[in-house]
């Protein structure tokens, strides 16, 4: 018999019951979509953390004080290990260094023309942008002479200026930093919300010493910094400069051999690949739990493919009296078992691109299909069609064609 009369003879039959053959391939529906969805959902996260992280800078290294160290409380700034001098260090004694740049952290009321608005002040160098990946949209960062003599100006964030200023150029504009009066001098290029949710542009930058004395006070020492951005020159260079800034540091402060460093160092090529790593195991998690489905959805095909073999026996002794092959039977199962699940593995990709897209814009979440969602949710929905239907099909092309006529 030839090959398209058997297509023809197996489409038949699944036409013939068009609602046990929807039903058939609900399973296949469900489990196709629920891993689409489910890998794209991983991989959205994988693209977030991705981002999050980059934001940060590319090829830095972030040295931070280790609070847990010691029996000195963090009460007052205490338990800031890290000092003018160790950024100094680095810089002169640390290979492969692109940019260092100490940072103090304040948050504050800010209050121009009549608007307030409070918002995340950094006490930073000329160096921070190199070593955060910053430039300016307009005005000027502040030079190393302003910076060293502590002058009051600030370089303002986008949303800082939209929000005290609304259209106005802020260059030149005088604004109060709760009690003390700076001058803006440059705002920052957009670098919109980050991974995690925050906004980028909410903030401002003065000079280190006049963030220190003028804003944090007597809450920190007078050379205490509350981090390290170390910005290595090349990505090849990055495990290197942390193991050098690891061992300068413990010698600046005179940390003996076993004992725990007073810092920590944090490599975020490092953190990429442990966050991506955690996402990825995360979404083969997902995608297997929902895989599930598509199993089910095989049991489902098997049995309604056993049912199909008894409710048509006689159809079957006929056909193989009249010359029809155990292969020829054999074959229009098969393709009828492939068809059925095939037919739901393109449902459930069509459902499962459009619910990912919909996640996405309702979520705000990157929406990630990736290209070979669709080759392997179809190879594997044909997978299960062969898979699952070969046992019926093997049973109806055994029959004994007599026996088969016999049967009422």
Do not use: C
């Not at 393709?335 to 739901?344: C, K, P």
């Amino acid at each position: 018999m030839r090959f398209y009369e058997l297509v023809r003879f197996a489409m038949g039959a699944i036409v013939a019951h068009p609602m046990r053959s929807a039903l058939t391939s609900l399973g296949v529906v469900i489990g196709t979509a629920a891993v689409v969805m489910m890998t794209s959902i991983g991989l959205g996260a994988q693209q977030r953390v991705t981002d999050a992280i980059a934001g940060l800078g590319s090829n830095l290294i972030i040295v931070t004080p280790n609070f847990q160290r010691g029996p000195v409380a963090q009460a007052a700034g205490g338990g800031l290990s890290l000092t003018d001098g160790d950024v100094e260090a680095i810089g002169k004694q640390v290979e492969n260094v692109a940019a260092v740049a100490p940072v103090v952290r304040s948050q504050g009321q800010l209050a121009a023309d009549g608007a307030n608005w409070n918002t995340r002040i950094e006490g930073v160098t000329p160096e921070y942008l190199t070593a955060r990946d910053l430039t300016i949209a307009s005005g000027r960062m502040f030079d190393e002479r302003e910076a060293r003599q502590g002058r009051k100006v600030l370089v303002v964030g986008p949303t800082v200026a939209r929000e005290l200023w609304g259209e106005q150029d802020p260059v030149g504009k005088r604004v109060r930093v709760r009690s003390v009066p700076f001058e803006v001098i440059g705002v920052l290029e957009s670098k919109g919300q980050s991974g995690f949710g925050q906004d980028q542009d909410d903030l401002v930058l003065g000079p280190l010493t006049a963030v220190r004395s003028r804003l944090v006070g007597r809450r920190v020492r007078g050379d205490a910094v509350q981090t390290i951005y170390v910005k290595a020159a090349s990505e090849d260079t990055i495990d290197r400069v942390q193991e050098d800034v690891t061992n300068l540091l413990r010698d600046q402060h005179r940390i003996r051999p076993g004992e725990d460093d007073d810092f920590q160092t944090q490599n975020m090529a490092s953190i990429l690949a442990a966050g991506q790593a955690a996402v990825a195991t995360f979404t083969v998690l997902l995608a297997a739990v929902a895989a599930v489905s598509l199993v089910v959805g095989g049991v489902g095909i098997m049995n309604i493919m056993l049912v199909a073999v008894t409710e048509r026996t006689r159809e079957i002794g006929l056909r193989m009296a009249v010359g029809a092959r155990r292969a020829d039977v054999l074959i229009q199962f098969a393709l009828e078992s492939v068809t059925l699940s095939l037919a739901g593995g393109v449902i459930g990709l069509t459902i499962g691109v459009l619910g990912a897209i919909g996640i996405a814009k309702i979520g705000d979440w990157p929406a990630a299909v990736p290209p070979w969602a669709g080759p392997l949710a179809l190879g594997f929905s044909v997978f299960v069609g062969l898979v699952f239907g070969a046992y019926p099909s093997w049973r109806a092309s055994r029959l004994d064609p007599i026996e088969a006529l016999r049967r009422e």
